[in-house]
Structure formats: structure tokens, C-alpha cells
């Protein structure tokens, strides 16, 4: 296990469920107090997304457990890991896995996450790209990735599934075929 270097207290944008209203500030924690996992990690960049802003403003039910720290993605350097595969300083994102939903998110110095829900930085992307990117932007990466590797053989199953248009448009990517549009 890499020992962690933190501060003892650092800044954390918490949301609140009290009396079945929602209340959202800023306040100091240490990782003692955040959500359980083997990664810590030093949070540089996360974005802000519309189930950020239903979270923080009690809009949506987003919520299932109170406090927590705000936002659904994140992008930083490994702080501390009893994962040998994350080693201190490497370049990670977690998007998912319940953050801002069940576990703490990204809207705060640092966070502490499953190792499973750790993705080692893609080469060609930094923090900040990433988070430019964001949540659905990673996934549409994902998802053009799985289509290109695949070359079209997966197109029906994932279109049968999808939600959104985000599976055809990564299957256009990558048949580099525009006549649907």
C-alpha cells in the first residue's frame, strides 16, 4: 500500500438531505470522512453536469444517501492505493459507480473510490480533456471504441438497446457512413 500524502482538512462542495430538503455549501473534511475504497485520488478536474445540478439543488432524487460530496465524474493523480495496479501519481478518471449518488463524488480535493471504478488515463487526454469531455462524452468514447474494434459486428445488439441516439452516432463514426443523417 502507497502511504497518502493529504492534509488533514481540505474543501468539499457537501450536499445535504435535512427535513426532506436538500442543502448544498462548502465545507472542510478529511478522508476519513469520505466514501469507502481503495484508491484515494487528488482531484484536479470534474464537470458540472445536469444530474450535478438536480443533486445540489434537490430538483431530482438523486440522492440516496446523506451527506455527500457533490459530482458524478472526476479526473486527477493517484494519492494512495492498496491496488497494485494504481501506483501513486498515475493519471486516473472515474465516471459512474455511483458518485454523487451513493458515494462521493468529485467536488472536492480529494475522493476515495473502488479500484474497480478507476480507468487509467486514455493516452492523448489529460485531466481537464477529460472532464471537458465529461460523463457522456467518455461514454460515447467508449462506446465509438467497442463499434470501431468490433467494425460494425455488435451494431444490432447495441442499437437494440440503446436509449439514445449515442449508439448510432458511434456506429456512424466508426462505418464512416453519413447517409443515415
Given at each position: 500500500m502507497v502511504e497518502a500524502i493529504t492534509p488533514d482538512q481540505f474543501p468539499a462542495y457537501r450536499i445535504h438531505l435535512q427535513a426532506g430538503r436538500v442543502e448544498a455549501r462548502w465545507e472542510q473534511m478529511s478522508v476519513d470522512e469520505l466514501s469507502a475504497g481503495e484508491v484515494v485520488i487528488r482531484v484536479s478536474h470534474s464537470s458540472i453536469n445536469?444530474?450535478?445540478?438536480?443533486?445540489?439543488?434537490g430538483a431530482g432524487r438523486i440522492l440516496r444517501r446523506s451527506p455527500l460530496v457533490g459530482g458524478i465524474d472526476l479526473a486527477g493523480r493517484v494519492e494512495s492505493s492498496s491496488d497494485p495496479r494504481f501506483v501513486r501519481g498515475a493519471e486516473v478518471l472515474v465516471t459512474g459507480c455511483g458518485l454523487s449518488e451513493t458515494r462521493d463524488g468529485g467536488?472536492?480535493?480529494?475522493?476515495?473510490?473502488?479500484?474497480?471504478?478507476?480507468?487509467?488515463?486514455?493516452?492523448?487526454?489529460?485531466?481537464?480533456?477529460a472532464m471537458a469531455l465529461g460523463t457522456a462524452g467518455f461514454a460515447a468514447?467508449?462506446?465509438?471504441?467497442?463499434?470501431?474494434?468490433?467494425?460494425?459486428k455488435l451494431w444490432l445488439s447495441v442499437l437494440a438497446h440503446a436509449t439514445t441516439n449515442l449508439a448510432l452516432a458511434a456506429w456512424v463514426l466508426a462505418r464512416r457512413d453519413w447517409s443515415y443523417w
Open positions: 445536469y444530474k450535478d445540478a438536480l443533486a445540489a439543488s467536488y472536492a480535493l480529494y475522493a476515495r473510490v473502488p479500484a474497480a471504478a478507476v480507468v487509467p488515463m486514455p493516452t492523448g487526454l489529460d485531466a481537464a480533456s468514447g467508449l462506446a465509438y471504441a467497442l463499434l470501431y474494434r468490433q467494425r460494425g
